[in-house]
């Protein structure tokens, strides 16, 4: 049998993602819209009739159409991919050598490091400090090739400070990604200054606010410049025909946002008050979750919830998140289930 | 603005893929199945009641369970991906290091180089012999880490002699792709046989006998041992779920490519007749299109047929397929078509 010495060298102890036994539970562990699948794109699939046996359009013209229409940018501002996974892949493919450092704070994103490694980079984890805000100064002497920082963060759930990110664009030798996949849920994005910076990527999903993860659709932003090399490292026809026609049909309902973002900023401090009134250390956030630190051991109280039919994401093994869970803000009935629930396991547990 | 010196060096030439502008031409140009989509994917998807909001199962088990079905092997021979150019891509990410290289039939698919690149590897090109077969002896002394060939070939539509991958298989020391796009059109598969070999991954896809291109699906099939390292890198949930369940539904339908591979044998030595009466020269074909030497300029022949109304693919400027096009074999009404308006351009060239 072959060994893993065939592999390339830097994801020889690669195994396999998050992959959870589901059942019928109630989802809080993955920060989807809890009003459920975007209706804009369930209109367009019930109705749809077509043809599957051609293939998409190359670079997704129209989506990237819709895209620059809403953010006043130009059809090649955008690379669209399948999912916001395929354009962080493709941006490390782009700018990266092999053995090359990117940067990735910690916390942030458990999947940044895959990415980096499969395309054969050294991660260099820049600690995030007490707040939780970027370390201006170790981004700038990390050496590193790329850069990637997702704003607002996961799994602490709040953006970074606008002046750090303007000092990191400004200063930084490389490629700097800014990913803002709870986008939608901030006041605040970097998107309509693209074209301000040489070296800024910032990237969204439709896996969340817009409530389509089971479709994956995600985009970057950026100068025509790199955005122009991106487009011609990505594989051609990447995201499929439904997928796109659904997510056109998405871009156009702004008011779904807009209630999934009111239902958020309503429920989120309601939340966050159940969880300190339960022994929760909780963290300020920007986002439709909450990373609260566990009064109760943090595995105990994850299958505790499970077996009472919720899943929330753990966290506690991690450093800088130690005993930590993260909690998709949910409905206020799904709140007041969680916090009714996450009672009854902490008395368990006493 | 920031130069191309920031791109990977492997990739800094690239340009973007074959996108033509499109109207309503008939298209012969892309291989895709000429009996129409998917049956049975179009009928799932025209009575689907769903959800979009959760994520695709992480790997699609689903769907490899239903090719574990079809083919009498175990779901963790698979690797299901977004289209076979990600199981692809994921190939060379798992099994080279930069610089390496990676041995390429010529003529074969233009996108294979593409992947090598993209992935930081160095493209050898090998010539096939006179008849479009493999030069074993080349592989074998190449130096690739890894090979990969279509077979049957694109564009010349030949098989290639199983014993001779099976030499090569033998003594190449790395991995081999044998890139069964077509596979579904020839009475020949390595796809059973990937437990024998320590080193052979077959790729298939849905967008050519399955007639779904517009949704993306594609396949890897190995020992349990290469697609288990290729799952770890493969990025998780790349394939969406209407196009996950579509395809279990096409794979349920084999008649459909029984179907597929009859029309494709009752027409092909039809157009292939037709072609030689115009003063074409063709070679054998095992898949659905056909190569042909046109007996006038291939560029005038491929735009004069375009203001007619029909695409054929230009292989003409390439090196070893000088003046060939590559036409997709169609229904006896489209081959009549084609090899009328065929005639009429070739008159005006004259």
Redesign the interface.
Known sequence: ??S?D????S?RD??????PKIGNEV?LD?N??VL???PA??SF??G????????????SDDLRDALSDLYGLERENFVAG??S??VI?VAF???????EKCAVPVPSYV?YDFFVK???GDTVEIDLTDDFQLDVDAFLKSGAKVAIMPSPNNPTGNSFHEKDLEEILSDFE??VIVDEAYGEYSDRSMIRRVNEF??LIVVRTF?KAY??????VGYAVSNL??AG?M???K?????????EK?AIAAVRDQDFIRRSHALVSDQRPRLDAGLRALGFETYPSDSNFILARSPVDHAELVSGLKKKGVMIRDFGSRRRTENCVRITVGSEELNTMLLDKTAEVIGECR
């Open positions: 049998m072959v893993r065939i592999m390339r060298s994801t690669f195994e396999r993602y998050y992959n989802r993955t989807v819209n459920g699948s975007n794109a369930m699939l019930s749809w009739k077509g043809d599957i046996n051609g293939y998409p359009n190359t670079y399948n999912g996974d395929e892949d493919k782009t700018f990266t050598e092999f053995g999947l499969i395309n054969g490389g490629i040489d070296n896996s409530a389509m993860a089971g479709l994956r410049n790199i090399m487009n011609c490292i594989i051609p026809y990447s995201l499929n025909m439904l997928s659904a």
